[in-house]
């Protein structure tokens, strides 16, 4: 079964830092990597996802099929990003859309 | 615009009860999923579905179930709830092809007491 790990419960950076959140997973097949993103008292939503290469709101994330890693950073924190990260996997089964497996998630915390 | 929305969004209740939290969209998407959300665990899934009259388990599927009768619903049904199943329901909807983006509702707090 796939498993994704972010070790990382709390992280607090200053404004201005960068930031670097963790997420490794286990899976046997090529897997697809997202990360979403709930702000306080919000839904969560999608911030990106590996397949479309994008950089959403300064973040990026690459996939390290080596390290079997998808870590999310930013070079510059601004206030704004303060909120709770979860990475996730959806896995390959050739049907219809799996659903996703989540890390436990990082609260990400950006200090004036 | 199309959405997707959860009712109700907060609901207590008592063991043992049957209680039911309704998921609809209206994007026509085919594939439906239901998470529970608890602190150190992330999300979890519980069932999802393709399509109409298909259903799947997940992960934590023991004494949860849903059904799917139209596209835009698949209601959840806690079959006699357990204060183990306190906890915060997270639906969501994607698109038939491939390993969408999952869209997300806004959430049900339930409170089994």
């Known amino acids: 079964a796939q498993r994704v790990t972010q070790p990382e419960k709390l992280l607090s950076v200053f404004k201005g830092a960068p930031v670097e959140l963790k997420c490794n997973y286990s899976?046997?097949?090529?897997?697809?990597l997202f990360w979403y993103v709930q702000y306080s008292r919000q839904r969560l939503q999608l911030l990106l996802r590996?397949?479309s290469r994008e950089s959403i709101k300064g973040f990026t994330a690459d996939l390290n099929k080596g390290e079997t890693s998808f870590h999310l950073k930013k070079p510059f924190a601004q206030e704004e990003d303060s909120a709770m990260y979860y990475c996730?996997?959806?896995?390959?089964?050739?049907?219809?859309?799996?659903?996703?497996?989540f890390g436990k998630g990082t609260h990400l915390i950006i200090q004036p | 615009d199309a959405e997707i929305t959860q009712s109700p969004r907060h609901k207590i209740t008592e063991t043992g009860r049957q209680v039911t939290l309704a998921c609809h969209q209206t994007?026509?998407?085919?594939?439906m999923f239901w998470y529970r959300q608890d602190l150190g665990h992330g999300l979890r899934l519980i069932h999802y579905?393709?399509?109409?009259?298909?259903?799947n388990k997940g992960e934590v599927s023991d004494g949860y179930s849903v059904s799917r009768s139209n596209t835009e619903d698949l209601p959840l049904t806690l079959e006699s709830a357990a204060s183990s199943q306190t906890s915060v329901y997270f639906c969501?909807?994607?698109?038939?092809?491939?390993?969408?983006?999952?869209?997300f509702g806004p959430g049900t707090r339930l409170t089994v007491l």
């Open positions: 994007w026509n998407h085919n594939n």
């Open positions: 579905s393709y399509g109409v009259q298909d259903t």
């Open positions: 996730a996997l959806s896995p390959y089964s050739g049907g219809g859309a799996d659903g996703l497996t």
């Open positions: 590996h397949i």
């Open positions: 969501a909807s994607s698109e038939a092809e491939g390993r969408d983006t999952q869209y």
């Open positions: 899976y046997s097949g090529s897997p697809e």
